[in-house]
């Protein structure tokens, strides 16, 4: 059975269709039948608030990941630490990029890489020093690092970087030929996807190729706490924002659907 790429979990086994998602407003924000609870109240939209009271500066970006360090650290977490284990397969990221000219003295930017559940087919693949794994906060990819043992580590030399302007700037300099974000987008808040595409289009370069996977919706749907449905329009609008030259094309990676959201990637090119 083909399982549907998503980090939230499959509460329904009904696949109905896009037109089926009704709309969506800050207090139905999965629909008309369903109402925010106090519970989503809070932890949905009052807690980022009062965590950024207590960490000025803090962008949500780091809010996400420090509520989820303490089970990643306990090894608690579905997709980072040691018990991460692939939505599909281990080797997804590498498979996509193989179809589209994947080779091993490439070099690969794995944008949110967390503890590279996934990066870590594309580490074994690459020449030395052809992977770079960039993520929010440090504890990710040190739990990356201890995952891939010191071989390895050794072998390939992974390149591991928390984001800020001096890892962009160090990773641009690399020259990637391809950057890919999984898993990612969907933990961006709305307000920040402009940032994130910004961030990823500045690690482009004329000939890079940016692969990014997002859950699909026909209109916006706050699918948890830390994760949000797309609808191609408004990834469009934020790349637009960024960048009104770029091409882009959406294409699904799964045909399946599940409660209104099918996973679909978005590749970005820079104009010649
Ligand atoms: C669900 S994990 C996926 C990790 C990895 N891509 C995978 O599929 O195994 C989401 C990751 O995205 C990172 N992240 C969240 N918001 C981000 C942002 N705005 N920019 C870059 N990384 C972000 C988190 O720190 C976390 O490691």
């Known amino acids: 059975m083909n399982t549907p790429l998503t980090d939230a979990p499959d509460r329904t086994r009904s696949q109905p269709d896009h037109s089926a998602v009704p709309a969506t407003s800050f207090f139905r924000p999965n629909g008309a039948r369903k109402r925010l609870s106090l519970t989503q109240l809070y932890n949905w939209h ?8 207590f960490h000025p500066g803090g962008s ?4 996400y990941a420090r509520m989820i360090s303490d089970r990643v650290l306990r090894g608690e977490h579905p997709a980072i630490g040691s018990q991460a284990r692939a939505v599909r397969a281990p080797t997804e990221l590498l498979d996509i990029l193989l179809t589209h000219g994947l080779k091993r003295e490439h070099v690969v930017v794995d ?3 967390g503890s590279f559940r996934l990066g870590r087919a594309l580490i074994e693949y690459l020449a030395p020093g052809g992977y770079w794994g960039l993520d929010v906060i440090s504890e990710f990819l040190e739990s990356g690092m201890a995952l891939l043992g010191p071989e390895l580590t050794a072998e390939k030399r992974p390149n591991a970087r928390v984001i800020s302007a001096e890892s962009l700037a160090e990773t641009a300099a690399a020259k990637p030929d391809f950057i890919i974000s999984w898993h990612v987008c969907s933990k961006v808040p709305p307000a920040r996807l ?6 990823i289009v500045g690690l482009m370069g004329p000939t890079s190729v940016a692969l990014v996977h997002f859950p699909e919706a026909a209109r916006r749907l706050r699918q948890s706490r830390f994760s949000w449905a797309e609808n191609r329009a408004a990834i469009a609008e934020a790349l637009k924002k960024v960048d009104p030259s770029l091409d882009i094309r959406f294409t ?8 209104g959201v ?10 010649h």
């Open 194 to 199: 402009t940032d994130y595409f910004g961030k």
């Open 60 to 63: 949500p970006e780091e809010y």
């Open 252 to 259: 699904p990676i799964t045909e399946v659907v599940v409660r």
């Open 262 to 271: 099918r996973q679909t990637m978005v590749e970005i090119r820079r104009r």
């Open 46 to 53: 009052l807690k980022p608030l009062v965590w950024r009271l």
């Open 111 to 113: 944008y949110g890489c």
